[in-house]
Nanobody, 126 residues
Framework: QVRLEESGGGLVQPGGSLRLSCAASGRSVSQHAVAWVRQAPGKEREFVAAISWAGRSAYWLDSVKGRFTISKDNDKNTAYLQMNNLNAMDTAVYYC???????????????????WGPGTQVTVSS
């Protein structure tokens, strides 16, 4: 059984930083693309970033470019989203998702990711 579990969310002041983690079990992130997607209250789901099986950034939402970094640690079977200079517009539930096709390069399409975690809340507020 493939499972993803996000952690690291919380309340942070504008300009602050958080690092989200996505721990995988049942599949190795070393062979799969992983994505981060967010959804704010009353808004549609928004694709944030993706990383290919080889560890290369595959997609970035324009509004987070230069502020967020996606990475993964194959030994820990975990993907990360480092978020810096956060603002209120970043407030959302953040989900990680995995493309079950092995050696996938990663896309910016949520439909290409079949396994999803339960999400972690990020709130940016003073």
């Amino acid at each position: 059984q493939v499972r993803l579990e996000e952690s690291g969310g919380g309340l942070v002041q504008p300009g602050g930083s958080l690092r989200l983690s996505c721990a995988a079990s049942g599949r190795s992130v070393s062979q799969h693309a992983v994505a981060w997607v967010r959804q704010a209250p009353g808004k549609e789901r928004e694709f944030v970033a993706a990383i290919s099986w080889a560890g290369r950034s595959a997609y970035w939402l324009d509004s987070v470019k230069g502020r967020f970094t996606i990475s993964k640690d194959n030994d820990k079977n975990t993907a990360y989203l480092q978020m810096n200079n956060l603002n209120a517009m970043d407030t959302a539930v953040y989900y990680c998702a995995l493309n079950t096709r092995r050696f996938s390069s990663g896309t910016g399409n949520s439909d290409d990711y079949e396994i999803w975690g339960p999400g972690t809340q990020v709130t940016v507020s003073s």
